[in-house]
DNA sequence: CAGTGGTCTAGACCACTCT
DNA sequence: GAGTGGTCTAGACCACTGT
């Protein structure tokens, strides 16, 4: 009944498989962002089901933020927009409140085994390598935040072979571009502490100067940990910007 | 053809106007949280739509978070569980990282003209009065974060009849039994900065001691402003968790 | 104009909950 | 077993987009 094949799991509801396999089309980047998906008569006929089921796996993917629909035009992947991206990611807002584009520089990449702590945030066995990342974080020149990074080897082993000086500006839509991975969404805890030597220097501020410490785990669309990241900002430059709903 | 009356907008789509009736309902207590709502077959008939188009308009509230269902038992409203309201609004920490409930006390309530940055954030006018409160967080009875709060006398008039000992200890449902008034959503915004006098002699610490500032304006589903508040907190044991999406 | 998604209908059967 | 929401079908017409 199904020229499509829709391999998962019997059990789920059909517009929960077409969903599942919609998403991977749109991993695989066999749907490409630039054209339409299908239409719904397509689907309808590609899988042998109502137009009402198509709509509800749609309905879903809309709803996690993986499509966008455009009335008479088609539906498209979301290319979340640079902006968007970057407000959802760095909420740190600038004196005046305006937000502003930080700069991302990175200054050292290693491949050694991370700390108890970051291998278990990421689901990796203890004894194994991962790949850290130096990282500063400019606005206007001037240093915002000290980040250091965690990756999973496995997923972002291609990063290894980059010169650091070729790494973009913005991490994940270089992540998405160079490894495939997609970050869909992050936990970040907030903390205030006193700069020790080293975050002092690399701020440029004094020693013992409060500094806000951010600890992001961020998850792909697959609810996978990709990366772990801790950055460390002076606390009397910092504004941090949330919305709860 | 509707025996139900849908009096607004002719020109919204039916599961829409459906959709604002049903708030209606919900709002004015006419649909009790502890009760189920009617079920589909009966708004079919009341409102002489199909299935699909009730659905819908269900779908919709419960994306919005007003409604839940429960297969085989019925849709209900949503009484946010106080640990479930309480982790979305107050998202603090304590130093082992476990999540506790904050005893709230109501120090002073006045009525008094707010700053203008207060009165422009609730859409008052710069002359009206307001409703001030000015309230203590403690966990184990430690003072962990020193608020003040301000409210639209117009729909909160009838918190200037309560004695202030007899407020609850989470705003936010005392809001919605004794004003009728529901916080959807909010928007905060954290800095850092450095106790003076005031903000020392409140949290029981040294003057100039760093502190967390929290600003927050909490919004109803109709997404007007219900109240501006602003916490300080000693930044030494404060903890901030956001989850991005 | 043809083609897209947006809305809506009027049924059907299934899975779950309660008694 | 009766009643609830969960899934699914097979159509219809409308509003918007592009050419």
Known sequence: MNSGKLAHDERLPLYQRLRDEMVEKITTGEWRPDQPI???AELTKTYGMAVGTVRKAVDVLVAEGLL???QGRGTFIR????????FR?????????GRKIPEGRVLARTLESPPEYVAAALGLSAKGKAI???RLRLIDGHI???EEIWLPKSRFAALLDIPIEDFDNLLYPFYETRCGQVVASAKET???????AEVARRLGIAEGKPVVVIERLALGFDRKPLEW????????TFRYQVDIC
Chains 1, 2 share one sequence.
């Open 132 to 134: 850290r990342l130096e």
């Open 79 to 86: 290319r979340p927009s640079f902006d968007a991206s970057l």
């Open 38 to 40: 299908p239409t719904e």
């Open 89 to 97: 990611f760095f909420r740190h807002l600038t004196s005046e409140g």
């Open 229 to 236: 990241r801790r950055s460390h900002g002076a606390a009397d």
């Open 190 to 196: 907030l903390t205030v502490d006193s700069a020790d």
């Open 68 to 70: 966008e629909r455009n």
């Open 144 to 146: 915002v935040l000290a």
